[in-house]
């Protein structure tokens, strides 16, 4: 059977508490609507290849027609195949060289050690300066990869390309084949070589000038990326013009390409006007009412459906916060125009809300949630359909939450239905996978893994407002806790117990229906003020010496009716959650310590007795999870005193103590039927029965054909 979430404490339903909680609602509608765009909404919702279910519709007014993002990534890359690169000669570093080359000669021809009997450096310098005067007069240069890709589209052959040279202010159109390279002027030096006839030592003049060759003609990016933002700044993004009462879309016609555009462009058109001469007062009236009514819709659930929930005014403020945060993240995506509003993590609510709360809260939240950002963002249709599907399978993924590793699995189911779904509607508006950008995937990627940071978020809102979650019962029942391994410590028989109390309380729970994380953690604290006295405790003692023999009834009774008390004050030390100091307040109700009671009767049969001094302080269960307890608790005690169990015994033993706590009207607060206790019953019995390793009988003499 499904897990229940945890049911809350009710608070007074004073007009106090009223008064916050018309307070809390009225705050949450206002913020609402300061945070949500206040522009008008384009009342036609329509989808490209769909038929148009409305009637014709004639353009109120001239506008023109915006171009599509293809068209525009055409005319941006069409202007930019037009742009020159821009390169500045440097006439100093040419100079510079040169001046460099004679200067050195001297020394290096020195230097040489070659045979220069018959030669003379003159004629090496004028060589050297004419190969070099001719290199800087063309101008040498370094080729840019992006502009060769640019131009060898068009002619794959080529690797040259059309800039713009300015020299001395003035601006001059080349091609890069007029000029050289580094590589290409040592190329010409090697042609030219064999034809100096005075020269003999032509390698060791080749090598001399390749030291003096550089670069001379600048690439210039800030003026080249300037020109081409400018160019780009440039673009028309509108393309023909509607006029006023021209048909733009025409009743169940399909929605073709061309008429996609124009509607799209009369709903910007639309909703800039909306903007400007739109009155805001009435856009703002507007939305309060729909807030207005989304949030009744909510609270009417809420008083249906969880009381406790609607009467607490700490849960319902977790609710207002997760609400108007979603909202608000949802507004400044729209404001800021982030490229997809698929990377807001939408299914961050009802992970949330579930956890903390119930699948039904979730599921109706998560729909108010998407219904109202529906009214605010584009393809309303397609993001409401994705973002339901999504939140659906967030709750439903997260049904059994036992194990952390979960939440990546949840999150892995999340990212494949988003994926599933905006195919699905891809090709189902345009019949053809072709269509499929499958870049478009990734903002789903980038929300679920933002999604992930829900779970931190849960964590504060359990320390904030003190609630629990099954992420912290999870902890709770972990054995290995601090409090838990200090029980098993110095009072092994209580832990003992408590761990057997736990089994048969989650069977139970488990068959009637209900939260069996949360009995299995209220069992395993029910009796933690044992921690204190342990040896006054049955299970604990491990001699024959009995330290109630030293004590008269009634305050061995105060002593045992005590570790409800001290449990309550342990709990609350180390910081356990209010719904487990609940299990430790009414795992014993208002029953009597019988025991001790019995004893003072026949010990002073003529005194009048003080029954307060006998009876637990309560209160009784008011839940199912309690009711469970407070019987599995008391079954498993009284068992362990059975000298030779047996089903006969076991049963009887059972049937009385259920018998005893229904007489003394311990489960009238409890939401629990007489049928659950029945079938709670039959789980103890057969449970201790296996237990106690009691022998089924088979005798076939008994049975009847």
């Not at 353009?59 to 742009?83: C, M, R, V």
């Not at 309560?618 to 599995?632: Q, R």
């Amino acid at each position: 059977m499904g897990r229940l979430k945890i049911k809350y404490k009710r608070e007074l339903n004073t007009t106090e508490n009223l008064i916050r909680k018309i307070g809390l609602i009225l705050i949450t509608i206002v913020l609402i609507c300061i945070f949500l765009p206040k522009q008008p909404r384009f009342r036609y919702e329509f989808q490209k290849g769909k038929v148009w279910n409305h009637e014709n519709l004639i353009s109120p007014y001239n506008f023109a027609i915006l171009k599509t993002q293809e068209e525009l990534n055409a005319d941006k890359k069409g202007i930019l195949n037009t742009i020159q690169p821009i390169y500045n000669a440097n006439t100093t570093t040419s100079k510079e060289q040169i001046d460099q080359f004679n200067t050195d000669l001297s020394e290096k021809w020195q230097s040489s050690k070659l045979d220069t009997t018959h030669e003379n450096i003159n004629d090496y310098r004028s060589a050297g300066n004419a190969i070099l005067n001719h290199l800087y007069g063309k101008g040498i240069l370094s080729l840019n990869n992006r502009f060769q890709n640019r131009n060898n589209e068009k002619s794959p052959a080529s690797k040259h390309y059309n800039f713009t040279l300015i020299q001395d202010k003035v601006a001059s159109q080349k091609n890069t084949a007029d000029c050289y390279t580094i590589e290409s002027s040592y190329g010409y030096m090697d042609e030219l070589m064999p034809k100096l006839t005075k020269i003999k030592q032509k390698g060791w003049l080749e090598e001399t000038l390749k030291n003096y060759i550089t670069i001379n003609y600048i690439y210039n990016d800030q003026q080249t990326e300037a020109l081409e933002q400018n160019a780009i700044a440039n673009i028309s993004a509108t393309r023909g013009v509607v006029q006023k009462g021209e048909l733009i879309a025409e009743k169940e016609k399909i929605i073709s390409n061309e008429t996609y555009q124009k509607l799209e462009s009369l709903r910007k058109v639309y909703e800039d006007e909306g903007k400007i001469s739109g009155n805001q007062n009435y856009v703002t009236l507007g939305q309060f009412l729909i807030i207005s009514l989304a949030l009744s819709i909510l609270m009417v659930f809420l008083f249906l459906f969880r009381k406790d929930i609607y009467f607490n005014n700490r849960l319902l403020m977790i609710i207002m916060i997760v609400i108007i945060g979603m909202l608000a993240v949802l507004s400044w995506a729209i404001k800021i125009k982030i490229p997809n509003l698929y990377y807001i993590p939408f299914c961050a609510v009802p992970i949330i809300i579930r956890i903390l709360f119930d699948t039904r809260v979730a599921l109706n939240i998560h729909l108010l949630m998407v219904l109202l950002a529906g009214l605010f963002v584009p393809n309303s249709f397609e993001f409401v359909f994705l973002q339901f599907m999504a939140g659906i399978v967030a709750i439903y993924s997260i049904k059994t939450l036992v194990k952390r590793e979960q939440l990546f699995v949840s999150s892995a189911i999340i990212l494949g239905t988003y994926w599933i779904a905006y195919i699905g509607l891809v090709v189902t508006r345009n019949g053809s996978i072709d269509t499929i950008y499958w870049t478009d995937l990734l903002p789903f990627l980038v929300s679920v893994m933002i999604t992930l940071l829900a779970y931190p978020m849960i964590y504060a809102f359990e320390k904030l407002f003190g609630i629990v979650s099954d992420l912290t019962l999870m902890e709770l029942t972990n054995s290995n806790s601090k409090l838990l391994r200090e029980l098993s410590f110095k009072a092994p028989g209580t832990f003992q117990h408590s761990l057997q109390v736990a089994n048969l309380a989650e069977a139970a729970i488990y068959k009637i229906g209900g939260n069996p994380l949360l009995v299995r953690a209220g069992a395993l604290y029910h009796d933690i003020g044992k921690l204190t006295n342990p040896q006054f405790f049955i299970e604990n003692q491990k001699t024959e010496k009995n330290p109630h023999d030293e004590l008269s009834p009634e305050q061995s009774a105060q002593i045992i009716i005590s570790h409800v008390i001290k449990g309550v004050d342990v709990a609350k030390k180390h910081q356990l959650p209010e719904v487990i100091l609940d299990f430790i307040r009414t795992h014993h109700g208002t029953t009597r310590v019988d025991y001790f009671y019995n004893l003072f009767v026949k010990n002073n049969p003529d005194k009048l007795v003080d029954e307060s001094l006998f009876t637990y302080p309560g209160p009784i269960p008011f839940s199912k999870e309690t009711a469970v307890l407070m019987m599995a608790d008391s079954v498993e005690a009284a068992s362990r005193a059975l000298k030779e169990p047996s089903e006969e015994s076991i049963n009887n033993l059972v049937d009385k103590i259920i018998e005893h706590k229904l007489m003394r009207g311990q489960f009238n607060n409890s939401n629990i039927t007489l049928k659950d206790i029945t079938e709670s019953a039959v789980i103890f019995k057969a449970m201790l029965k296996s237990i106690y390793h009691v022998r089924v009988d088979y005798d076939l003499s008994k049975k009847t054909m």
